[in-house]
């Protein structure tokens, strides 16, 4: 299973504690369209970014977007030229979530997005967003193995990046971005467990302990060991690398509802954390996969 139909399974299961809200979110989610069917940013431009999320928003509550005006925004952007690393998977994301007979990406394009993907393959076999880097980021990796499996491209040798994935092991326990440092971070740890994921491995019992720590004392998880605040995104990430292991959260879940909670807002969306003023798709996607997962 992809890891974008992995995580869209989850969020389908945010409905059943949203019940009649489940319609705010969907409005929420189609205000932020663009006249072209794209999903805007938190300024109102469309952007590949937050379409990613738009599209998978409403997919996650059984609604489906505009995809005559989204495919054919798409098509626009060919086989990628001209965007960098993340624009390109999301681009790959993108075509992977139309439905067949909806729209497909050229055969043409997708080799040439497929390469654009594979040129940002770090010196130890894995990913980064800069190209021509020496070693694999934990995000990158996932987003350039998920970018794969939406192009289709064969399959590869697992051990080539989980060996990079290693060297991006913590001082305590976690994973960070780069080698060698002190504290993981917990996008970033939870980007390595996903990947584990795909390849069909299991990260060590030390991994979900690390990831544990990381609930704040209100509720939510931390970024990071230091961070003054828990955040929505490092929530929902977290949750599905700690399901994904099979570790449980169970001691934590009220509180956790209660997080989710208090970055909801009326109009339909949710913000990133307790000090952020906006709402935006991104953020909403995300509450809606921390949802799925403290239903199950």
Do not use: I
């Not at 489940?22 to 937050?50: H, I, K, Q």
């Not at 098509?75 to 001209?82: P, Q, V």
């Not at 069909?200 to 690390?210: C, I, L, M, N």
């Amino acid at each position: 299973m992809s890891f974008r139909v992995e995580m869209l399974q989850v969020a389908r299961l945010a409905p059943g504690l949203l019940g009649g809200a489940a319609g705010l979110v969907e409005g929420f989610l189609r205000s932020r369209m663009t006249a072209e069917g794209a999903f805007g940013d938190r300024e109102g431009r469309g952007d590949l970014y937050y379409t990613v999320f738009g599209m998978e928003g409403l997919r996650a509550l059984q609604r489906e977007p505009a995809w005559e005006g989204l495919t054919a925004g798409l098509r626009g952007f060919g086989g990628g030229e001209g965007l960098d690393f993340v624009h390109l998977c999301c681009l790959a994301r993108c075509w992977g979530a139309v439905p067949r007979g909806l729209g497909v990406l050229g055969e043409e394009e997708a080799s040439d997005l497929l390469s654009r993907v594979e040129g940002y393959r770090s010196g130890d076999g894995g990913f980064n967003q800069r190209k021509g880097s020496a070693r694999c980021t934990a995000y990158g990796s996932l987003l350039g193995w998920a970018a794969r499996g939406d192009l289709k491209a064969p399959g590869e040798e697992a051990e080539v990046l989980l060996g990079c994935l290693q060297e991006l092991r913590s001082g305590d326990g976690g994973f960070g971005n780069e080698p060698g440092m002190a504290q993981g971070s917990t996008p970033a740890t939870a980007a390595a467990v996903a990947l584990h994921r795909q390849l069909r491995r299991t990260p060590d019992a030390g991994v979900g302990e690390w990831l544990l720590k990381q609930v704040h004392e209100g509720g939510g998880f931390k970024a990071m060991p230091g961070a003054p605040l828990p955040d929505l995104l490092s929530t929902a990430v977290a949750l599905h690398a700690l399901d994904g292991m099979q570790v449980s959260f169970a001691g934590q879940k009220e509180a956790l509802l209660d997080f989710v909670d208090t970055l909801w807002s009326a109009e339909g969306g949710f913000h990133g954390h307790w000090a952020d003023d906006e709402l935006d798709v991104e953020y909403t996607y995300y509450g809606l996969l921390a949802l799925g997962h403290l239903a199950l």
